[in-house]
């Protein structure tokens, strides 16, 4: 008598359901740290300028805010030259982290990010908040982690899910900051990675709903949606964001490089913005800052052609004179506004030659951020959900897809590389194999087209210091043997020593080169 076979049941996994958990309580943590952060630097904003109306009608206020303005430079520079890892936006150092790049000390990060970055941003150089915002949230959950003993993928998942919460503290984004995360900064879909930054991400954005409100961060109404007659000239803003963006890339990446020339000490090179700063201050308070101001008055009132291309010409050299000197503040809001900002240029352009009704120049302003944003980022997804969470409407979908695949494209056949991965290598040297006696994984993704995909295991002479263990497959996972068949959309688990995790994967980045 044959046996009936048992019915297959399933045992209760709460692997997900502990990262959510977690994710919840990095969230909650880094949403208060970086609402605060943020609040502190939105009222020090708006006290600079006051200070600087004040002195426009009192000339002799100058010199003593002059000497105010070269102490806090020292004093950023001070913490800059104790801690390092503060330098710069934070982005490139979590993404180091996360690949096992590079790593540091949490908490003094976390307090001397803190101070510098509202000390920095706050005095109304052209610096954003989201990277200080990221790095700070990252630095929480690695806190968390060291707090919990939590070691390896675990230990990484907090850091990924802190990041995802810092940005969406920073701007009420947290479908575009989870993504933000995968695609930017983790560059792999892991599942627990996913909802570990889902769950930070949403903890985060309801506690800064509670100190900021519930008005999109980029409000801007508009009169009409775009016709499909003007779906043309999507093409031509995004070649044109395409073009400067990949210019911006270039003198970004350079301008540490000019600094260096300078005889001053590294630690003191925030001076040099500290003092330029003052004359946009005292004749132009209102364009001081990371650029949410800017945009916002852009759109509700869009100035003459003319007073365009200054403006993008004063925040484009300024921006990058204020990140360059290393100062703790990011690129990504200045990125936004310049993007605000070539959008007018572009429609005001088309409205003057008469191929556009002066009524669209408002939403070529908000496809412009998402286009010059996927172009220097070289993160079309993130762009897109991003715009449409700040501006609060999901009717740009379709004209901010085309602008931001437009852009992406053309910086893609420029050359150019995505920002925040180059600004990585600057700081990382290339490693050699360690050993640490501690085992960690690696996920390593198979895209479609690379020398992986159609190939069995045997085929492929993977690095000595590695071990292939498992094929993740969808939902389920596949043990590899010799003779296993890699497919396009396969996720490899690779165990190897951790301190060997970024070697390894260079290897295999290396070997597994995509084939024309």
């Not at 502990?18 to 740290?33: D, E, H, K, Q, T």
């Not at 970055?117 to 150089?125: A, C, K, T, V």
């Not at 993008?312 to 993007?339: D, E, M, N, Q, W």
Request: charged content about 10%; aromatic content about 10%.
């Amino acid at each position: 008598m044959q046996r009936q076979r048992q019915p297959h049941q399933r045992r209760l996994d709460l692997t997900r359901f502990s990262a959510i958990g977690r994710g919840l309580i990095v969230g909650v943590l880094a949403g208060f740290v970086v609402s605060v952060f943020r609040f502190c630097i939105e009222e020090g904003l708006h006290l600079v300028q006051w200070c600087y109306q004040q002195i426009s009608s009192n000339m002799w206020l100058l010199l003593p805010w002059i000497g105010l303005s070269v102490l806090v430079a020292v004093a950023i520079g001070l913490l800059v030259k104790q801690t390092p890892d503060i330098k710069g936006s934070g982005i490139p150092q979590v993404e180091g982290q996360l690949a096992g790049e590079l790593d540091y000390d949490w908490w003094p990060v976390l307090w001397k990010k803190f101070v510098g970055g509202i000390l920095g941003i706050g005095s109304g150089l052209f610096l954003g908040r989201e990277g200080p915002s990221i790095q700070l949230g990252a630095t929480i959950g690695q806190g968390f982690a060291a707090k919990t003993k939590q070691t390896g993928a675990d230990r990484r998942s907090l850091i990924a899910g802190g990041a995802a919460a810092g940005l969406s503290a920073a701007f009420n984004a947290p479908i575009a900051s989870t993504l933000f995360v995968l695609e930017e900064v983790y560059h792999n879909f892991s599942p627990i990675i996913w909802t570990t930054a889902l769950a930070s991400a949403i903890a985060s954005n309801f506690i800064s709903m509670n100190f900021f409100g519930l008005v999109p961060v980029l409000h801007i109404p508009y009169a009409r949606n775009l016709p499909i007659s003007q779906y043309g000239n999507l093409i031509g803003l995004g070649i044109f964001l395409g073009l400067l963006g990949y210019c911006y890339q270039n003198v970004t990446l350079a301008a540490p490089g000019w600094y260096a020339k300078l005889r001053l000490p590294t630690w003191l090179d925030g001076l040099i913005p500290f003092i330029l700063v003052i004359p946009i201050g005292l004749f132009w308070p209102q364009f001081l800052g990371g650029g949410n101001a800017v945009i916002l008055n852009l759109a509700a009132m869009p100035p003459a052609l003319i007073v365009l291309i200054g403006i993008f010409a004063l925040r484009f050299i300024f921006s990058t004179v204020s990140y360059g000197s290393g100062l703790p503040g990011g690129i990504f809001l200045p990125i936004l506004s310049l993007g605000a900002v070539l959008g007018a240029v572009y429609a005001q352009t088309m409205v003057n030659l008469g191929l556009m009704p002066a009524h669209y120049v408002t939403n070529f302003i908000i496809f412009a951020m998402a286009g010059y944003f996927a172009g220097i980022g070289k993160a079309p997804f993130t762009a897109i959900l991003l715009i449409t969470e700040m501006v609060g409407t999901l009717t740009h979908l379709m004209p901010l897809a085309v602008v931001s695949l437009t852009a992406y494209l053309v910086v893609d056949l420029l050359g150019g590389a995505p920002i925040y991965e180059a600004l990585l290598e600057k700081l990382t040297q290339p490693k050699l194999p360690e050993h640490s006696g501690i085992q960690d994984r690696l996920e390593f993704p198979v895209f479609e087209g690379s020398a992986l995909e159609s190939h069995q295991v045997r085929d492929f002479q993977w690095p000595k210091e590695s071990l292939l263990i498992a094929i993740r497959r969808g939902e389920r996972q596949v043990i590899p043997h010799g003779d296993t068949l890699m497919r396009a959309g396969d996720t490899l688990i690779i165990l190897t020593d951790r301190s060997n995790r970024a070697w390894v994967h260079h290897q295999i980045d290396r070997l597994t080169a995509t084939t024309s």
